[in-house]
């Protein structure tokens, strides 16, 4: 397991944008798949985003594709979540995990993943 740090929440109008940072220990960032994933009140966890160890595969949730964009600095042992065209029910706790490259799965689910960040809240006014 490794700890991850969230940044970048806020409130926000509709439409609006954010950008989310998760900031990893650098000797291991490299190792690891990432992922958002987000909670919103009443509901259960779910998948948002996913980036390869490498960068070299991405995956979004079908109600985020077209305005999200995961991205990773591996310099900085840093994964982004640019956050675009935010609607009201984008509004939720939003949650960075990560998963050794080694890990296979349903990178969808959260179980596959084994360190979580505390969350960041992310309000989207109408």
């Known amino acids: 397991q490794v700890q991850l740090v969230e940044s970048g929440g806020g409130l926000v109008q509709a439409g609006g944008s954010l950008i989310l940072s998760c900031a990893a220990p650098?000797?291991?960032?490299?190792?690891?798949?990432m992922g958002w994933f987000r909670q919103a009140p009443g509901k259960e966890r779910e998948f948002v985003a996913y980036l390869s160890w490498d960068g070299g595969m991405t995956d979004y949730a079908d109600s985020v594709k077209g305005r999200f964009t995961i991205s990773r600095d591996n310099a900085k042992s840093t994964v982004y979540l640019q956050m675009n065209s935010l609607k009201p029910e984008d509004t939720a706790v939003y949650y960075c995990?990560?998963?050794?490259?080694?890990?296979?799965?349903?990178?969808?689910?959260?179980?596959?993943?084994?360190?979580w960040g505390q969350g960041t809240q992310v309000t989207v006014s109408s």
């Open positions: 995990a990560a998963r050794n490259l080694l890990v296979i799965g349903d990178l969808r689910i959260p179980q596959t993943f084994d360190s």
């Open positions: 650098r000797r291991t960032f490299s190792s690891y798949a």
